[in-house]
Structure formats: structure tokens, C-alpha cells
């Protein structure tokens, strides 16, 4: 984590409290993208293989209350029912993301 010592500058609780905040932000994010990536990984098991045909993963972010989470994603080829291709990503239906582009609706109404 970091290292603490008495013979070395002073340290403050305000300094103290704010690299807390930021380690466990950073370790939350890092929890947030590696849980999506499991989630993924069970839908591509999961999914009906004849309608959702796997084209590979994207990398991707979404900007959070904690800060912003970095992971892939697939994206899959399906027929919708006009019979027409289109792309989806199973893991955002699953989830019912709930971004505008790659901000959490979450951090929108904190900063508002």
C-alpha cells in the first residue's frame, strides 16, 4: 500500500483520508471490470449459439462515481426480426447499462 514512517515528512489526516479514498476507488474499479468480464464469460457460455454468433471483444470504459473502470467486452452478430444484421452486446442487455456513452447515469446525477 504505502509505507509509513515518523522520521519522514509529516502527514495530515486530510492527505491520509485522500489517499485511502483513491486506493479504494482504484481497487473498486478494478473489482467493477473484472466481475463484467466474468458476467461476459458466462453469457457467451450461456448464449443461444445459432442466434448470437460471437465477433470477437472491445475494449471499452465507463467513467463511475469511483473513477473510470477499463475492460472487454463482446460484441455479437444477430438477425433481428426484420431479418436484418445487426450488433449487440449481451453483457449490457444483461445488465441493462444504464450509461450515457461511457458515463454511469449514477456520476451524470452526482454532477449535477
Known amino acids: 500500500m504505502f ?3 515518523l ?3 509529516e502527514i495530515n489526516f486530510k492527505d491520509l483520508e485522500v489517499k485511502i479514498y483513491k486506493l479504494v476507488c482504484e481497487e473498486a474499479c478494478k473489482i467493477i471490470a473484472q466481475i463484467l ?3 461476459d464469460d458466462m453469457l457467451l457460455e450461456k448464449r443461444d449459439k445459432k ?3 460471437c465477433k470477437g471483444k ?3 470504459n465507463i467513467k463511475t462515481i469511483m473513477g473510470t473502470v477499463e475492460f472487454d467486452k463482446r460484441i455479437y452478430e444477430h438477425i433481428n426480426s426484420e431479418g436484418k ?3 449487440v452486446y449481451l453483457l449490457d442487455e ?3 447499462m444504464d450509461t450515457i456513452g ?3 447515469k449514477k456520476l451524470m446525477v452526482e454532477y449535477k
Open 58 to 60: 472491445k475494449h471499452t
Open 102 to 104: 461511457h458515463i454511469s
Open 7 to 9: 522520521n519522514e515528512n
Open 51 to 53: 442466434e448470437y454468433r
Open 3 to 5: 509505507k509509513l514512517s
Open 37 to 39: 468480464m466474468e458476467i
Open 85 to 87: 444484421k445487426e450488433y
Open 94 to 96: 444483461y445488465l441493462k
